[in-house]
């Protein structure tokens, strides 16, 4: 299929939290200061911008200086806390260096399913575009809870990203991950796996695809990539799955170069 992007307005940027920190632990800062540019880039061509963001655990772990996550829930809940303020602090100080004004929005999954509560996270949303502000979201890990008789956690910033596009109504959400975008079988043990250039709909063969788990700071995985993907294609959008290790690749695609994966039904 060949790809065009010309009338893409409005997007939806998915990074994860293995692209913000390092191996080491510590916050890449490069990575960030790219993505910062891209974004203030596509805003000064009139494009609108959403930011899906992980990180909040990853950046608690290095502001408490600590190399694992906590296998309490109460104290995940603090340290994305504290993450929380270090990665929000950190976005508004690099995206102000290129003009650009960002805000933060925190959601859980009950906000979403409640029409009052949807309809002014829309307005939150809309409003912020508008004055030409990037909304840079996250999950609430502080509080999110995943339990039988309430559920508020959205499982992972992947299927929040394409819940955010849902809401926003995005014309394009791209999804930044660790690898080029989707093979047929795992790129990491064989060197003859092919990646797919377009998929038109998830199939078994494309489920079958997708496996592995999230680094040991995140929780994502391609099967929740894919997952994501159907949900994109039930809302009637398109998604691309790309790698992120340069972020100024978003610029090339959506000038039309073949990258990553697309996820468009013909």
Same mark, same amino acid.
């Given at each position: ?29 490069? $990575?960030?200061?790219? =993505? *910062? ?7 000064? $061509? ?17 502001? =408490? ?8 829930? @109460? ?14 602090? %950190?976005? @508004? ?9 960002? @805000? ?13 509560? =949807? ?9 912020? =575009? ?5 909304? /840079? ?23 929040? @990203? *394409?819940?955010? *596009?849902? /809401? ?60 994501? *993907? ?10 691309? %799955? ?10 090339? %695609?959506?000038?039309? $170069? ?9």
């Amino acid at each position: 299929m060949k790809r065009n992007f010309d009338t893409v307005k409005r997007l939806v940027i998915k990074i994860g939290t293995s692209s913000l920190v390092l191996p080491t632990g510590k916050i890449n800062l490069e $990575k960030i200061d790219k =993505l *910062a540019f891209v974004i203030s880039s596509l805003m000064n $061509k009139g494009k609108e911008v959403v930011l899906v963001s992980s990180g909040a655990m990853g950046f608690g772990l290095d502001v =408490l200086h600590l190399d694992k996550r906590p296998s309490e829930i @109460s104290q995940q809940q603090a340290v994305s806390s504290v993450g929380q303020v270090a990665m929000m602090s %950190l976005y @508004s100080q690099i995206f102000s260096h290129y003009q650009t004004n960002v @805000s933060q929005i925190l959601l859980t999954r009950d906000v979403v399913e409640f029409p009052e509560s =949807l309809e002014n996270v829309t307005n939150a949303f809309e409003s912020l =575009l508008t004055l030409g502000i990037v909304p /840079i979201v996250n999950e609430n890990d502080a509080i999110s809870v995943d339990e039988m008789d309430h559920t508020t956690k959205f499982g992972d910033n992947d299927r929040l @990203s *394409a819940t955010v *596009a849902n /809401i926003v109504k995005a014309d394009l959400l791209i999804m930044l991950s660790d690898i080029d975008g989707l093979f047929d079988k795992n790129p990491t043990i064989y060197d003859d796996a092919v990646l797919y250039s377009h998929v038109p709909e998830i199939t078994e063969k494309i489920l079958a695809s997708a496996g592995g788990v999230g680094s040991k700071f995140g929780t994502g995985g391609m099967l929740s990539k894919i997952k994501s *993907a159907q949900m994109v294609f039930d809302n009637k959008g398109q998604m691309v %799955l790309m790698n992120g290790a340069n972020p100024r690749d978003i610029l090339r %695609l959506l000038d039309g $170069k073949n990258l990553g994966t697309l996820f468009k039904q013909n």
